[in-house]
């Protein structure tokens, strides 16, 4: 899949955008503040539904607007998609695809993006969240449907929570509180299909891991993957240290029936916090190199690798599923943050993909193998180097690319004179 052009009204600290991306590597170079990660952001956004750095929608509208517009033009192959998405302050965001209006979750089936940041850190080093949402997010691009099982599932959650709360309130025991079976089968159905789909995909990622791992790392520390589920017993969100699941992938059925039991007997304390204590939005991805867990024992190094390796696993698995082609890949800021081994281990393996975008503040931060089509964004303009090159070297540069590249021409785009929290 190619990203050939992304346009953004109102987005961030974006009035208008306009983004001329081509085939091959991608870099988008500026200072700290000037909006680079907000155009990651925004073409982050469609495969996933979701910004990789808050977790609302509201802060991605631009300061004063009651909504945003992301639209980009896609190819796959010879075959191009013009997704669009108008991202709302109040009530739902709404989709379009080639101009007529679509459901939102359909979006992901036509953008596939894996993005490495910073913030990958946290996914090694945070809380269990983290790990948590970054699964969902791979979960949704994998099977986009899943998009809707987890949002259903959250609503139940909270209708749940919500009457937990109630009764405590109240002084309601658990007999007097028949409705609460309602939402407990509700609960369950949703929960059994994610904690399943979970499993899966950690199953399916386990090679790919150990492969990118030792491919970024230049060591075999024998990374894993393992879930520690609060159905089981475990509380990670507690801090309780968890049984980890040894037994493979669990069916949907067997997820359901455990779940079904689990919420039984918390049902007491339960009732005496209000909250629900068990079910797929308090289990954990637990990460081991060495044997040992990663968040606590690993290294520095170690877990930079762990990160990227995660990432370059999700993109192996959805380019050997899709029939899209490769997911575009987007490093937005990364190599500031590694040393210069895993520059060139990671900028060596992520080269061959169709399509690789790539922020930093330094150009000379980015190794050569990714230094190609060259984006600079300077006080709020987007302005491309192949703009200014003499004509003759910019009819050669077109005539060198691959027929379905793209060919729509560069705009210079305005930002507003707010620059608040991007990038």
Known sequence: MIVEHLSLVDFRNYATAELTLHRGPNVLVGRNGQGKTNLAEAVV?????????????????????EYAIIRARLSHGERRVLVEVQLNKQGANKARIN??????????????????????????RGDPSSRRRFVDQLLIQRTPRMASVLGDYDRVLKQRNALLKSARARGIKGEGLSTLDVWDDKLVSLGAEIINARQRLAADLQQPVAEAYAAIAGEDHRPQLEWALSVRGADPEDGESAPIDTDGVLSTAQ??????????AKRPNELERGLTLTGPHRDDLVLRVRDLPVKGYASHGESWSVALALRLASAELLRSESPAGDPVLILDDVFAELDADRRQRLAAVTAGYEQVVVTAAVEEDIPEVLHAHVVRITAGTISDDRERQSPQKLRDARDAEPADAATAPETTSPASEKDETDD
């Open 255 to 264: 997820c359901a029936e455990m779940f079904h039991a689990a919420l039984l």
């Open 99 to 124: 101009g007529s209006p679509s459901k939102i979750n359909e979006l992901p089936r036509y953008a596939h993006v894996v993005l490495f940041a910073p913030e990958d850190l946290q996914i090694v």
């Open 45 to 65: 956004f469609l495969a996933t539904l979701g910004s990789h750095r808050v977790s609302s929608d509201a802060p991605l509208v631009r300061d004063g607007q």
